[in-house]
């Protein structure tokens, strides 16, 4: 039980496109979901805490417009990258976590964005 | 702000032999820690946590952790190690909006 699924698992796009990531959540429903980003040999750096049907809380230093969130359901949440640059390519991991249990969070196996 | 610190970039360790990984945090308040492993191409996976209670916490595949509140350590340990125990460790701390934050990572090499 517990599993969330990323999708793509890797994805490569020319500077200036945009790219959605999904997180699903399989066998639970979500409450809350956390974006985080992993650079090369660097630890996960939280990008922003979504919960379903509210707007994202995103980490200072993160630009709300160019990471858009969206939480629209209990099982799935997706990251927008818009206008996508190579300083923006790095490996997306997303979280999960239910309600009635806030100490555990269910890791996703990641998104790794190249951005060309 | 909180934060945790994991000092060492690596640590190698024969297999059979005890391994520590180590972690120190800093919080206000009750500290809610974690240690997860990260092995390529997978997502994290939860060892154990330390919320209330004992000490000495006890997790997934034989590890084990102590919480010193004196040290403000929270080293993560196993008896005998596995050359499959090569990873990724990341000690982490909940804040107070219930995320992570997480330590720099140590990566365990376990030689047969």
């Known amino acids: 039980g517990a599993v969330v699924s990323q999708h793509p698992s890797w994805v490569i796009c020319k500077s200036g496109t945009s790219v959605k990531i999904e997180c699903r959540s399989l066998d639970f429903q979500a409450t809350t979901m956390f974006w985080y980003r992993q650079f090369p040999k660097q630890s996960l750096m939280l990008m922003a805490t979504?919960?379903?049907?509210?707007?994202?809380?995103?980490e200072q230093g993160v630009e709300k417009d160019k990471f858009l969130i969206n939480h629209a359901s209990l099982t799935l949440s997706t990251l927008t990258v818009t206008s996508a640059h190579p300083e923006d390519s790095s490996f997306y991991i997303c979280?999960?976590?239910?309600?009635?249990?806030?100490?555990?969070?269910?890791f996703g196996p990641g998104t790794r964005l190249t951005v060309t | 702000a909180q934060s945790v610190a994991q000092p060492e970039d690596q640590v190698n360790v024969a297999e059979g032999n005890p391994l520590t990984v180590k972690c120190t945090y800093s919080v206000s308040g009750n500290p809610y820690l974690f240690w997860y492993v990260q092995y390529p191409n997978r997502g994290l996976q939860f060892l154990l946590k330390y919320i209330t209670g004992d000490n000495l916490v006890k997790g997934s595949y034989g590890f084990e952790a102590e919480f010193n509140k004196s040290q403000t350590s929270f080293h993560l340990k196993k008896p005998s190690a596995l050359v499959s125990d090569s990873a990724l460790y990341f000690c982490a701390v909940m804040t107070g909006r219930r995320a992570l934050t997480f330590g720099s990572g140590t990566r365990l090499q376990v030689q047969p």
């Open positions: 979280s999960a976590r239910v309600r009635q249990n806030i100490y555990e969070q269910y």
């Open positions: 979504s919960n379903e049907g509210s707007k994202a809380t995103y």
